[in-house]
């Protein structure tokens, strides 16, 4: 059973930077399909980011392309999400997933693990 638990989520100012984390344990292969979600008061959750655990493969949504970047530390079994050049949008509770792909990655899919989930506020 995967467990994920995600930190470094806080209030920056328009233009400030914050890198979440999100510790794995419990992987039982090398090919999960890994991912970031946001979800905004009112808003249904959206992928932002994803990465497959064994390519290392990368895909952004438009709305942070260019401003976030998803990577991961295999030997610490961690996903890192920095997040440059924030804007009043991107607040958000903000959740990291995990699945095995079986060959398949994408933000559409249906995540099995889930994070508890962390608080980003820009102001």
């Known amino acids: 059973h995967v467990q994920l638990v995600e930190s470094g989520g806080g209030s920056v100012q328009a233009g400030g930077s914050l890198r979440l984390s999100c510790a794995a344990s419990?992987?039982?292969?090398?090919?999960?399909?890994l991912g970031w979600f946001r979800q905004a008061p009112g808003n249904a959750r959206e992928g932002v980011a994803r990465?497959?655990?064994?390519?290392?493969?990368?895909y952004y949504v438009s709305s942070v392309k260019g401003r976030f970047t998803i990577s991961q530390d295999n030997a610490k079994n961690t996903l890192y999400l920095q997040m440059n050049s924030l804007k009043p949008e991107d607040t958000a509770m903000y959740y990291c997933?995990?699945?095995?792909?079986?060959?398949?990655?994408?933000?559409?899919?249906?995540?099995?693990?889930w994070s508890q989930g962390t608080q980003v506020t820009v102001s």
């Open positions: 997933a995990a699945t095995p792909s079986r060959g398949f990655c994408s933000l559409t899919g249906n995540f099995r693990y």
């Open positions: 990465m497959s655990r064994d390519s290392g493969s990368t």
């Open positions: 419990g992987y039982t292969r090398s090919d999960y399909c």
